[in-house]
């Protein structure tokens, strides 16, 4: 559950300002986080927070970086996760300044991750698509997936087990594993309509 929902307005805010930090960075060698940072710092809540970047208008992915667990007030972590899914994600190589005004910027608010417990092989069951981001963690090995993406592939709650194991870099199968750690969480997503354009908060059930 949030602590904390976030308007249109606010949402509309965290956007602009992702948009800004990486047009900053691409127009000036001599960026400075702080500039952006100074200018998102009324946003004090701790909530985790993923900047995604995406063709337009094909939608294609082009960067998603971003922090499940909060470690700096949210106005700080979306300047970071933005300049992360931008010349960072090791997916894709850095972002142009032309190819960046042909992409769509979303901001995921995250809820704290909550555990999912009680018998490892009907997790699945306690998952609801379209609603549950989630997380698998195994020592080492960690991986996520947005709310959105099982909704995206038409991923069922088994499926979206199995890929977030194999996105974590185990079987895919081990989500029924005790010692594997699955976790589910929430997300407020806000997202042009087009590149710079109005911003909207997307549902996704």
């Given at each position: 559950?949030?602590m904390?929902?976030?308007?249109?307005?606010?949402?509309?805010?965290l956007?602009?300002?992702?948009?800004?930090?990486?047009?900053?960075?691409?127009?000036?060698?001599?960026?400075?986080?702080?500039?952006?940072?100074?200018?998102?710092k009324?946003?004090?809540?701790?909530?985790?927070?993923?900047?995604?970047?995406?063709?337009y208008p094909?939608?294609?992915?082009?960067?998603?970086i971003?922090?499940?667990?909060?470690?700096?007030?949210?106005?700080?972590?979306?300047?970071?996760?933005?300049?992360?899914?931008?010349?960072?994600?090791?997916?894709?190589?850095?972002?142009?300044?032309?190819?960046?005004?042909?992409?769509?910027?979303?901001?995921?608010?995250?809820?704290?991750?909550?555990?999912?417990?009680?018998?490892?092989?009907?997790?699945y069951?306690?998952i609801?698509?379209g609603?549950?981001g989630?997380m698998?963690?195994?020592?080492l090995?960690?991986?996520?997936?947005l709310p959105?993406?099982?909704?995206?592939?038409?991923?069922?709650?088994?499926?979206?087990?199995?890929?977030?194991?194999?996105?974590?870099?185990i079987p895919?199968?081990?989500?029924?594993q005790?010692?594997?750690?699955?976790?589910?969480?929430?997300?407020?997503v806000?997202?042009?309509?087009e590149?710079?354009?109005?911003?909207?908060?997307?549902?996704?059930?």
């Open positions: 559950m949030f904390h929902s976030y308007t249109l307005q606010e949402g509309a805010e956007v602009k300002a992702a948009r800004h930090t990486i047009d900053l960075s691409l127009r000036s060698p001599r960026f400075e986080r702080k500039v952006v940072r100074d200018i998102t009324e946003f004090r809540e701790m909530d985790g927070v993923f900047v995604t970047l995406e063709h094909t939608k294609a992915l082009r960067g998603c971003g922090f499940p667990i909060a470690v700096s007030p949210i106005g700080e972590g979306v300047v970071d996760a933005a300049l992360a899914a931008a010349f960072e994600d090791p997916r894709f190589v850095p972002v142009s300044h032309k190819e960046f005004d042909r992409l769509l910027v979303e901001v995921s608010v995250l809820t704290q991750p909550e555990e999912i417990t009680g018998a490892a092989s009907q997790r069951k306690k609801k698509i609603k549950d989630v698998a963690r195994y020592g090995y960690s991986g996520l997936f959105q993406v099982a909704v995206e592939q038409k991923w069922n709650e088994k499926k979206f087990l199995e890929e977030v194991c194999a996105k974590a870099g895919s199968n081990y989500w029924m005790p010692s594997v750690k699955i976790f589910k969480f929430q997300t407020q806000f997202r042009e309509e590149p710079g354009g109005k911003v909207i908060e997307v549902k996704h059930v």
